[in-house]
């Protein structure tokens, strides 16, 4: 599975972004697809997910603040990002799941999208 997360940059606290991650090498529709992060110097943490059959599943962090979408006609994952905090900075990776196993993932991490939240 080859993966291209996109749409990173600089953002004011309280601001939104939109990232977006296209996914080949898969049956795209039959995937579930996360969205993680990792803060420098941390481990890498769950963002939210969206099943192969549209529910979604976010991190508690995220919360209310985060929606992700799926077009499967493009192959496509979203992030829409809202009310954006200083902890929110990290690099943001996308990647295919089992459905229910959001840490058995089919693709490599690549070098994802890095997302700052100035204060």
């Known amino acids: 599975v080859q993966l291209q997360a996109s749409g990173g940059g600089l953002v004011e606290a309280g601001g939104s972004l939109r990232l977006s991650c296209v996914a080949s090498?898969?049956?795209?529709?039959?995937?579930?697809m996360g969205w993680y992060r990792q803060a420098p110097g941390k481990g890498r943490e769950f963002v939210a997910t969206i099943t192969s059959s549209g529910r979604t599943i976010y991190g508690d962090s995220v919360k209310g603040r985060f929606a992700v979408s799926r077009d499967n006609a493009k192959n496509t994952v979203s992030l829409q990002m809202n009310s954006l905090k200083p902890e929110d900075t990290a690099v943001y990776y996308c990647?295919?799941?089992?459905?229910?196993?959001?840490?058995?993932?089919?693709?490599?991490w690549g070098q994802g999208t890095l997302v700052t939240v100035s204060s």
């Open positions: 090498g898969t049956i795209f529709s039959s995937v579930a």
């Open positions: 990647n295919a799941h089992r459905d229910g196993s959001r840490w058995d993932v089919f693709g490599s």
